[in-house]
Nanobody
């Protein structure tokens, strides 16, 4: 069974920084693309950033230049460095990953989410 577990959320003042991490565990061959989503209260879930196995990354326009996604394949982790945080960045942040197991068909798994609150 594959699990994704996020960590690193919390309360931060506007302009501050946080680093989120997501660790995958279980039986699988490798992880393909990894994602960070967020869901503000009362709003739909949105894609924040994605990173391919090659290391190529893409970002939502709202976070470009402020957030950086990275991955550590030997550790099966993906991180999101968030700088210059704004109140509108407040949301539950969720990790998602396309994981390849014995069937060689990618399956997408979600973490449980971690709360980020940006407030003075």
């Amino acid at each position: 069974q594959v699990q994704l577990v996020e960590s690193g959320g919390g309360l931060v003042q506007p302009g501050g920084s946080l680093r989120l991490s997501c660790a995958a565990s279980g039986n699988f061959f490798y992880i393909d693309t990894m994602y960070w989503y967020r869901q503000p209260p009362g709003k739909e879930r949105e894609l924040v950033a994605a990173i391919a196995k090659s290391g190529s990354a893409d970002y939502a326009d709202s976070v470009k230049g402020r957030f950086t996604i990275s991955r550590d394949d030997p550790a099966n982790t993906v991180s999101l460095q968030m700088n210059s945080l704004k109140p509108e960045d407040s949301a539950v942040y969720l990790c998602n990953a396309a994981i390849i197991s014995s069937s060689f068909v990618p399956r997408f798994y979600w973490g449980q989410g971690t709360q980020v609150t940006v407030s003075s």
